[in-house]
């Protein structure tokens, strides 16, 4: 594989690689975003050793769970049993065959986040991107905590709804 395979295969698999890194840190972006830099740097450094013939997302999420094991192995213990981690590689290899289809689920969910009613859409918003807390997402909106987490469990029903209407099903 050469230097611009590599760049197309980083681009095409970066946001399923960060998907993968949030899960193993707990929804940490920062520590996730570093788990796929160094993961990609040690990528590249090892590309003599890639199979063309193996799948590059599978390749690098090994790459980051080892990255990731070791930062646990030298803070504490691994929280994950081996069979836990092989679930939740087994589901992002779904994905992969679904990234493979020509689809983006990530432009999708943009859309169905699109369609959402004002209300729903706005307690998504300050929940997921703006990263607020129940708390400051409900002061925010002007509304009570207990109704944002109403809105938030409506607007979540109706985005697996619109994805499962307009998506091809990756794990089945």
Request: aromatic share 8%; with cysteine; charged share 30%.
């Amino acid at each position: 594989m050469d230097r611009e395979h590599f760049s197309r295969e980083v681009t095409k698999h970066h946001r399923q690689l960060f998907a993968y890194a949030i899960s193993l840190t707990s929804s940490d972006p920062h520590r996730a975003r570093d788990l796929v830099q160094e993961a990609l740097v040690t990528a590249y450094k090892n590309l003599t050793k890639f199979d063309v013939s193996r799948d590059f997302g599978s390749w690098v999420r090994g790459i980051i769970r080892n990255h990731w094991r070791d930062e646990l192995r030298k803070k504490r213990p691994v929280p994950f049993e081996h069979d836990v981690l092989e679930a939740l590689e087994e589901e992002h290899q779904h994905w992969d065959e679904f990234a493979d289809s020509g689809s983006d689920l990530f432009e999708q969910l943009g859309d169905c986040i699109a369609s959402l009613p004002d209300n729903f859409r706005a307690a998504v918003q300050q929940i997921y991107f703006v990263g607020d807390s129940g708390r400051e997402a409900a002061e925010a909106l002007a509304t009570s905590e207990s109704a944002l987490r109403k809105r938030l469990q409506r607007a979540r029903e109706q985005l697996r709804n619109c994805l499962q209407e307009h998506t091809p099903n990756p794990t089945a």
